[in-house]
């Protein structure tokens, strides 16, 4: 069973501050990696995507890989109330037809005025 | 505008009835897949297709089905909706598997 780790939280951050949040994976195959925010009755969209070792740097959010460790993970600086939301770290996987892709739970993030 | 399209997006049904929740994308993207979600669970997924009729089982397929008979349209098919059905329903597609999903804005479905 592949599968996709995450902290469920919630994880409360001051306003300002950095919040991170991990993800580690099982399939040492996998190639692709993306981080979804969703917050509550909504639809995931998409934060950032990263494919290789090392960082990846958008506006306020920097994706982290490394793929010897497993581990992705995502920093949100100068963490803002709109940023409260659920988390949620994919991961595409080898399958019986290909590729498929797989979530974790999803980490619950609360940045507080 | 490129979307993935799902309706309806409310649904309230009785145990038994068949019923059909749709989804296209206009994308041209080979992958597709469903998703429920459910307080506390995250996303499961349900089925998904690498393209025209290649589907496969994801990890809660009981009670669904689905058809890839076109590149835009992927269906998700309850013929005997039960209570244990209810959820919120996504729908997304992928250009590729290296490619993120773009998701569609869901579907409430509850069964009563």
């Known amino acids: 069973q592949k599968e996709v780790e995450q902290n469920s939280g919630p994880l409360s951050v001051p306003e300002g501050a950095i919040a991170s949040l991990n993800c580690t994976y099982s399939?040492?195959?996998?190639?692709?990696f993306f981080w979804y925010r969703q917050y509550s009755g909504k639809s995931p969209e998409l934060i950032m995507f990263i494919y290789s070792n090392g960082d990846k740097e958008d506006g306020r959010f920097t994706a982290q890989l490394n793929k010897a460790s497993q581990y992705v993970s995502l920093l949100i600086r100068d963490s803002q109330p709109s940023d409260s939301a659920t988390y949620l770290c994919?991961?595409?996987?080898?399958?019986?037809?290909?590729?498929?892709?797989?979530f974790g739970p999803g980490t619950r993030l609360s940045v507080l005025p | 505008e490129a979307q993935v399209t799902q309706n309806p997006r409310y649904l309230i049904t009785v145990t038994g009835k068949k019923l059909t929740v749709t989804c296209s994308q206009n994308m041209n993207h080979e992958y597709m897949s469903w998703y429920r979600q459910d307080p506390g669970l995250g996303l499961r997924q349900i089925y998904y297709?690498?393209?025209?009729?290649?589907?496969d089982k994801g990890d809660v397929p009981e009670g669904y089905k689905v058809s890839r008979k076109e590149k835009r349209n992927f269906p998700l098919i309850l013929e005997s909706p039960s209570p244990n059905q209810t959820s919120l329903y996504f729908c997304?597609?992928?250009?590729?598997?290296?490619?993120?999903?773009?998701f569609g804005n869901g579907t409430r479905l509850t069964v009563t």
């Open positions: 399939d040492r195959g996998s190639q692709s």
């Open positions: 994919a991961v595409n996987i080898l399958d019986n037809y290909g590729q498929n892709f797989v």
């Open positions: 997304a597609s992928s250009l590729h598997y290296n490619s993120p999903l773009h």
């Open positions: 297709s690498m393209n025209v009729e290649v589907t």
